[in-house]
T-cell receptor
């Protein structure tokens, strides 16, 4: 499995934008980039995914570098409810499951 | 609410016992995944089924087995339980196994082995 590298933890002030980085230098051309988050005492939750182009949805934006070796999850206005562990995961074609790493623990300060 | 139902929510049992965890996927989802989350190991992929067939296997112990039934619900059987099997077990489902599919996770079964 192609590997991703994320900071262990990050901190943000409430109502400020948050940029969560992810490095994936060994990504292959057909790997999708997925982001999930896990709030305390809950199951993981889908956030966003993309292949080559930047993506936006109601939860977040995903900015993918031109060479695809890194990506950034952008939360436009962090709220206290966004405090969670955020996982950046690569998923290849075929019967490949989502393989979770350690993720980034995001703390949001009021 | 993800639409994925896991039962029971909590399970307390003793070492050496056998338990069955149940998962009902979202309506229309054909693929089911099982994950184990413990404090020291993080989220570990166990096994994946698609329309009743096993499609991928992760770090699943030989004491553990799973199946997906014709109605698409899945069961994870854990036998000869040890203290170290205490963990949160999550089930997830998706429409297919395509790499751009979203997975929807249940709220988990908390297993405590005493």
């Amino acid at each position: 499995d192609a590997k991703t590298t994320q900071p262990n933890s990050m901190e943000s002030n409430e109502e400020e934008p948050v940029h969560l980085p992810c490095n994936h230098s060994t990504i292959s051309g057909t790997d999708y980039i997925h982001w999930y988050r896990q709030l305390p005492s809950q199951g993981p939750e889908y956030v966003i995914h993309g292949l080559t182009s930047n993506v936006n949805n109601r939860m977040a934006s995903l900015a993918i570098a031109e060479d695809r070796k890194s990506s950034t999850l952008i939360l436009h206005r962090a709220t206290l409810r966004d405090a969670a562990v955020y996982y950046c995961i690569l998923r290849a074609p075929g019967n490949t499951p989502l393989v979770f790493g350690k993720g980034t623990r995001l703390s949001v300060i009021a | 609410d993800s639409g994925v139902t896991q039962t029971p929510k909590h399970l307390i049992t003793a070492t050496g016992q056998r338990v069955t965890l149940r998962c009902s996927p979202r309506s229309g989802d054909l693929s089911v995944y099982w994950y184990q989350q413990s404090l020291d190991q993080g989220l570990q992929f166990l096994i994946q089924y698609y329309n009743g067939e096993e499609r991928a296997k992760g770090n699943i112990l030989e004491r553990f087995s799973a199946q997906q039934f014709p109605d698409l619900h899945s069961e994870l059987n854990l036998s000869s339980l040890e203290l170290g099997d205490s963990a949160l077990y999550f089930c997830a489902s998706s429409v297919s196994t395509a790499p751009n599919e979203k997975l929807f996770f249940g709220s988990g079964t908390q297993l405590s082995v005493l």
